[in-house]
């Protein structure tokens, strides 16, 4: 399947960040961030991304952050947010992300920190 965002080019026309702060921004062709250079997405990314829709909607109704959610899960922050924005398949099923969330919301009830 063609990537969405690139259209088979397998580069964007955008702004590119480095350092993290917002520093040392650039505007023009970058690689794409969807397909990874390679002008195709997996037939099953549409759906990865319905998956990642749902879970990302499941962790703000319980007002959990990413960073939270990913320290609990014992995983990187940007692993959450691939998964939510559906950019690999996702390894967290709606029932974990549920119980995590529930867990992480009775812990900060309770003062700890997560």
Do not use: F
């Not at 259209?7 to 590119?16: D, E, F, M, S, T």
């Not at 520093?23 to 195709?40: A, D, F, I, M, S």
């Not at 398949?89 to 919301?105: K, M, N, W, Y």
């Amino acid at each position: 399947m063609i990537c969405p965002a690139c259209q088979g080019a397998k580069k964007i026309y955008g702004v590119a960040c480095r350092g993290g702060e917002h520093k040392n921004c650039r505007l023009g062709l970058h690689p794409c961030y969807v397909c990874h250079e390679t002008g195709e997405i997996p037939d099953e990314a549409p759906l990865w991304r319905r998956l990642g829709v749902q879970l990302r909607e499941i962790r703000q109704r319980r007002g959990v952050t990413m960073g939270q959610l990913a320290r609990y899960l014992g995983i990187k922050v940007t692993d959450v947010s691939d998964q939510e924005m559906g950019r690999v398949e996702p390894s967290l099923s709606t029932g974990r992300v549920i119980e995590a969330c529930r867990e992480i919301r009775t812990r900060l009830r309770a003062g700890e920190e997560v």
